[in-house]
């Protein structure tokens, strides 16, 4: 409004001094580049001209910067109003981040405690692995004292071949043990009267019958007599075995191994001491007694089986 009213006042006042009049030859011409024969009051005018003048361009130079100004107020207004958005924006992604960042943080806790779980289980697994690997140096121990034991009262070999020359003259008899008790049950008295060598003869020919509580009784009765006990045990343990009752079965062939541990019936006496072993749920040492097997008789029938044994475990 000030550009408007400053405008009309210098229109006006341009009126009022077109309207006076001119001297003679332009003398007094106040619109002449360079006026001259100017009155006092001409030249006063002039001058507020020339002042009025300068008012106008100056206030247009202001209202101009004014309106820079404002232009330059609505670009940083602007330039707010993004910021802000922007700000906004940042606050917004950055509460995301920190929940990301609280559920990484606990699934890094949950994933700390789980390992630190595996590691002590492992620990724990690994003492008893230790444990059992004590064990079973302890049982090889014991074992290599009954095998390098040696006892004078033994089965040579040449005696247990004589034993078990007719082993196959003889057809599998098993339900008849059983009712011909009562009519072939020798007592003792009747023992007493054989020799001890005509007692093991028997005996074995009841075992090659599958005869086997008189097999056992006969057997039992050279063990009293001390009659080449280590034979007479592992017989009778092989009875045991045969007739699946194996914790018996391995005491007999404990006893015979600790009174003659180079009977040429030991890779058979280990095997189903190992056998027996399993069949007892007493893995760890069957497992040790089947590779005593191996290393002991590498090259024997029972080596073989013994690899297989230990195969299915």
């Not at 030249?43 to 507020?48: D, F, G, I, P, S």
């Not at 995301?96 to 943080?105: F, M, T």
């Not at 001890?196 to 063990?223: V, W």
């Not at 079965?249 to 095997?271: C, F, G, H, R, V």
């Given at each position: 409004m000030n550009k408007i009213l400053l405008a009309t006042l210098y229109v006006a006042i341009n009126s009022v001094l077109l309207n006076a009049e001119p001297s003679a030859f332009g003398?007094?011409?106040?619109?002449?580049?360079?006026?001259?024969?100017?009155?006092?009051?001409?030249?006063?005018?002039?001058?507020?001209?020339?002042?009025?003048?300068?008012?106008?361009?100056?206030?247009?130079?202001?209202?101009?910067?004014?309106?820079?100004l404002r232009e330059r107020i609505d670009g940083l207004q602007s330039i707010i109003e993004s910021l802000s958005r922007k700000s906004q924006e940042n606050k917004i992604a950055l509460a995301?981040?920190?929940?990301?960042?609280?559920?990484?943080?606990k699934n890094s806790d949950e994933y700390e405690k789980r390992l630190g779980q595996a590691v002590e289980l492992n620990t724990k697994l690994s003492e008893v692995n230790a444990q059992l690997i004590a064990k079973n140096i302890?049982?090889?121990?014991?074992?290599?004292?009954?095998?390098?034991?040696?006892?004078?009262?033994?089965?040579?070999?040449e005696e247990f071949n004589n034993l078990v020359n007719d082993v196959n003259e003889f057809k599998t008899l098993v339900a008849k043990e059983l009712k011909s008790t009562s009519s072939t049950q020798v007592d003792k008295s009747s023992l007493d009267t054989m020799?001890?060598?005509?007692?093991?003869?028997?005996?074995?020919?009841?075992?090659?019958?599958?005869?086997?509580?008189?097999?056992?009784?006969?057997?039992?009765?050279?063990?009293?007599?001390n009659y080449k006990p280590a034979n007479a045990h592992f017989m009778i343990g092989q009875m045991k075995f045969k007739r699946k009752n194996y914790a018996e079965?391995?005491?007999?062939?404990?006893?015979?191994?600790?009174?003659?541990?180079?009977?040429?019936?030991?890779?058979?006496?280990?095997?189903n001491t190992a056998i027996s072993m399993e069949k007892t749920n007493?893995?760890?040492?069957?497992?040790?007694?089947?590779?005593a097997v191996i290393a002991k008789f590498p090259i024997s029938s029972e080596a073989e089986e013994a690899k297989k044994y230990l195969l299915a475990l």
């Open positions: 003398a007094g011409n106040l619109d002449n580049p360079n006026p001259y024969g100017l009155t006092s009051s001409e030249k006063t005018v002039l001058e507020n001209k020339k002042a009025l003048k300068n008012v106008v361009v100056h206030s247009n130079n202001q209202a101009n910067k004014v309106d820079s995301e981040l920190e929940n990301k960042n609280s559920e990484d943080l302890l049982v090889i121990e014991e074992l290599s004292k009954l095998i390098n034991s040696i006892n004078t009262t033994y089965v040579s070999k020799n001890n060598a005509e007692i093991a003869t028997q005996a074995q020919a009841y075992y090659d019958k599958k005869y086997y509580t008189k097999g056992i009784e006969y057997y039992s009765h050279l063990i009293t007599k079965a391995i005491s007999y062939y404990k006893k015979s191994a600790s009174l003659y541990s180079k009977a040429s019936y030991m890779s058979e006496l280990l095997l007493d893995i760890q040492n069957a497992k040790t007694f089947y590779n």
